[in-house]
């Protein structure tokens, strides 16, 4: 049974950074190309930043110059390194493969707020 956990979130003020981590268990990580997913109250879950499985990153331009996903294979573990914050990142942020093949882990909410 594959699982996801996410940590990491927390309330940070606008221009704060955050790092959340994703570990897995119950799959062979290194074959997956990963991703972070968030979604806002009221909004769709979007995806915010991916990485292939040769370390390829893509990320959504909202977030682009400011995030950086990140992963080692070796703690099963995907990063999400997160920059100079604004208000709308306000969402949970969830992890899961770039097709969705994992059931969702608990997330992680990240608040951006003075």
């Known amino acids: 049974q594959v699982q996801l956990v996410e940590s990491g979130g927390g309330l940070v003020q606008p221009g704060g950074s955050l790092r959340l981590s994703c570990v897995t268990s119950?799959?062979?990580?290194?074959?997956?190309?990963m991703a972070w997913y968030r979604q806002a109250p009221g909004k769709r879950r979007e995806l915010v930043a991916a990485?292939?499985?040769?370390?390829?990153?893509n990320y959504v331009d909202s977030v682009k110059g400011r995030f950086t996903i990140s992963r080692d294979n070796a703690k099963k573990t995907v990063y999400l390194r997160m920059n100079s914050l604004k208000p709308e990142d306000t969402a949970v942020y969830s992890c899961?493969?770039?097709?969705?093949?994992?059931?969702w882990g608990q997330g992680t909410q990240v608040t951006v707020s003075s």
């Open positions: 990485i292939t499985n040769g370390g390829n990153t």
């Open positions: 119950g799959t062979i990580f290194s074959i997956y190309d």
């Open positions: 899961n493969t770039r097709s969705l093949d994992w059931p």
